[in-house]
């Protein structure tokens, strides 16, 4: 089972490392400040704030190296890789995969790099909010663009599997397409229908009234807002993509509404999308040997995620 | 106890039967089928298809009439009531309040009509799915029009109380405009933001990635399609306002994300409001009496909703 490198302790990467050692793997860490690497120790996991020596330890080991910072704080992270670890296995567990991946080939080029996305979360953070369980059941999208490394693939898709996930291979862009649709738009959302359902100070009877297509339609807009810009902002195309999707189909309902009064092609093209995300699909075991031709058989993953197939562990 | 006459035996007319029933009121109805009343007869209610023998029991009751049938069912119940009951004691428990006091003025204008709207509900219709427990902590507005009978506002207020309800009073317009924006928008979005997340089908990797964010925010899409478009286009003008509302927000966000890339205005002004909505007032008892001058009385009571105050029954 090969060993983990963490540099990141914050809710994502601090659960990693507690998954991770749980499913039997030599882990160890890195964090940004010394009270929160000696909380880590404290709950008895191997963390320091000394990324050289940490990076040293994946290099000699030849372990998988997983980058869990935020995006604003990648750059001075990859610097120190292409320094210490230069050709490591590589991932991360940053929420766009597009940027990441500019950032590796521009900072850390030799690297062995596939990159990650782990869909969990909640609004907490920090190394005290990390929890074992976040990743069970979750979808964990595994890039698969044409040239990657193979044997890297399978690190990333056994850490994953390794800590509770179902793996969903995707290439990068798409994923990043996919996800501003599904998670950074319905943030958005929230935040507009929130903003119209409350109206001007003052005038709350539309809040007095409000029931559960209320309350649901903006629970997101409860995340704090610094958590929700970050993820928005640093997937400006694929966003603006999706927000032009949804302008398109309000404006053409709007029309509906404004001269025949009809809504049933919203409504009902809604419905049916519902019910399509309502059928989920079973998990599947991955039905693609890693030993063929990498470009056949990362093109062969890449359909598997486009046909919204979740990969189980092979058993 | 005023008895309780309840025109319709569908969810909401069968589970308010079912609570004023068990509030000790005494109370008869009438369904539009045999089978239905007979149901209804089956479970120990005083249910018959005879419209005009209800109606003129309750004209010898002097009991309050409930008007529970869809907007589209309205005229010819209307119609009955102002041949058989003409100055009867009237509300109804319509989704919209504008469109059934113009129908009422049209076609039972003698009543003494003091509009109602529980906000409550479910997926489900028929008599069978009748809950009494259906109204318990929902607000249930009561309107509060200039010109309306105290008497019977005081009534409605008392009938809402005994099926476990809270009062919030409102001029109909203003209703309107408020469940426009809580509870019509949202299924809009919700029906919108499927049909985005979903994309084209055979394009299923947005479906496996989607997580509560998605889930949430599409969820009242699930409802049925002649539910929602019954409500929401029976509700036309008020909604096309709280959609231009909406699309003047998102695209002011549209084009801040595609100059500047920023979307703090968006995301800070939801949450702000998702934070408004979070923290609910108390319910208070009635601060007006209902034996002032009915004028300024009704100007109390909607200022009263205005500030979403939702009141409680007298102890």
Redesign the interface.
């Known amino acids: 089972m090969r060993a983990v490198c963490v540099l990141g302790t914050g809710l994502i990467g601090g659960s990693l490392m507690r998954a991770a050692a749980r499913a039997g793997r030599d882990v160890w860490g890195t964090a940004a400040s010394e009270a929160t690497a000696a909380a880590a120790v404290a709950d008895g996991f191997d963390v320091t704030t000394d990324a050289d020596a940490a990076l040293s330890r994946a290099a000699d080991a030849d372990a998988l190296v997983v980058v869990a910072v935020p995006l604003t704080a990648l750059e001075p992270v990859l610097r120190r890789i292409d320094a210490i670890a230069p050709t490591c296995r590589l991932t991360d567990a940053v929420s766009v995969k597009v940027a990441v991946a500019d950032a590796v080939a521009e900072f850390a080029p030799r690297t062995r790099y596939v990159g990650g996305h782990p869909?969990?979360g909640t609004a907490e953070s920090g190394w005290a909010a990390g929890d074992p369980d976040l990743f069970d059941e979750?979808?964990w999208?595994v890039a698969a663009d044409d040239g990657l490394d193979l044997g890297v693939w399978r690190d990333v898709a056994e850490l994953a599997w390794a800590c509770g996930s179902r793996v969903?291979p995707?290439a990068v862009d798409?994923?990043d397409?996919?996800?501003a649709?599904?998670?950074h738009?319905?943030?958005?959302?929230?935040?507009?229908?929130?903003?119209?359902?409350?109206?001007d100070?003052?005038?709350?009877?539309?809040?007095?009234?409000?029931?559960?297509?209320?309350?649901?339609?903006?629970?997101?807009?409860?995340?704090?807002?610094e958590l929700?810009?970050a993820m928005?902002?640093g997937n400006?195309a694929s966003?603006?993509a999706?927000?032009?999707?949804?302008?398109g189909?309000?404006?053409a309902?709007?029309g509906a509404?404004?001269s025949t009064?009809?809504?049933?092609a919203?409504?009902?093209?809604?419905?049916e999308?519902?019910?399509?995300?309502?059928s989920t699909?079973e998990p599947l075991e991955l039905p693609v040997s890693l030993d063929g031709d990498p470009s056949a058989v990362l093109a062969e993953l890449r359909e598997l995620?486009?046909?919204?197939?979740?990969v189980e562990p092979w058993k």
Chains 1, 2 share one sequence.
């Open positions: 869909m969990a979750a979808a999208v969903v995707a798409e994923h397409i996919a996800v649709r599904i998670s738009l319905p943030h958005l959302f929230a935040a507009v229908l929130a903003s119209v359902g409350a109206g100070q003052g005038d709350d009877l539309a809040l007095a009234l409000s029931a559960s297509s209320f309350a649901d339609g903006t629970r997101v807009a409860g995340t704090r807002p929700v810009l928005c902002e400006r966003l603006l999706a927000v032009d999707d949804a302008l189909r309000l404006g309902m709007r509404l404004a009064g009809g809504l049933a919203t409504v009902r093209s809604g419905h999308a519902r019910m399509r995300w309502a699909r995620g486009r046909r919204g197939d979740v």
